[in-house]
């Protein structure tokens, strides 16, 4: 069984930045991608960033060049780096693990807010 704990979010103003963790415990053994979600009030979740367990990633195109998703493979954490906050970028972010392709199962964490502000 595999918990997730998103941490980082919070208050900032357009073109700030911002930093969200998800450490992940439990079996996390040969996790194969962890990645981040999110959504806004009325909108569908939708994809942001993902890093496979050879460190590929892969970007929604409303983030690339701001954000940047990384690993931290021997914390089990995973990281988003938020730059050029804009106010479309508030959300709940969600951290994910997706075994899905290897087999297994899909894990999501309670989320964190993120708000920016003009």
């Known amino acids: 069984q595999v918990q997730l704990q998103e941490s980082g979010g919070g208050l900032v103003q357009t073109g700030g930045s911002l930093r969200l963790s998800c450490a992940a415990s439990?079996?996390?053994?040969?996790?194969?991608?962890m990645g981040w979600f999110r959504q806004a009030p009325g909108k569908e979740r939708q994809f942001v960033a993902t890093?496979?367990?050879?460190?590929?990633?892969d970007y929604a195109d409303s983030v690339k060049g701001r954000f940047t998703i990384s690993r931290d493979n021997a914390k089990n954490t995973v990281y988003l780096q938020m730059n050029s906050l804009k106010h479309e970028d508030t959300a709940v972010y969600y951290c994910?693990?997706?075994?899905?392709?290897?087999?297994?199962?899909?894990?999501w964490g309670q989320g964190t807010q993120v708000t920016v502000s003009s």
């Open positions: 439990g079996r996390t053994f040969n996790v194969y991608a």
């Open positions: 994910n693990i997706d075994n899905s392709k290897i087999g297994g199962l899909t894990y």
């Open positions: 890093i496979n367990w050879g460190g590929g990633t």
